[in-house]
């Protein structure tokens, strides 16, 4: 994962993105579903946070999901 990404979304590493698939990124609302298995054991509304796809970031996850078959999800 590149360091942009970190940066850019704030996730944790490595909790929050060991379980990061494509199903997670929505290109069309430019945001990103983050599951923390940290903190799940708070309630459901800690298991998982919303954060945005900064357009910083928007060139790199596009170059990376041409690289994926439509309708495959796989972990980044």
Do not use: I, Q, Y
């Not at 298991?47 to 078959?69: K, N, Y």
């Amino acid at each position: 994962m590149p360091p942009a990404f970190v940066r850019l979304t704030g996730a944790r590493v490595p909790s929050e993105l060991a379980g990061l698939t494509w199903a997670d990124v929505n290109f069309a609302a430019s945001r990103l579903t983050l599951r923390s298995p940290k903190t799940a054991h708070h309630g459901a509304d800690k298991a998982s946070r919303v954060v945005p796809l900064f357009p910083e970031l928007l060139p790199f996850l596009e170059d990376l999901a041409s690289l994926v078959e439509p309708g495959v999800s796989v972990p980044f």
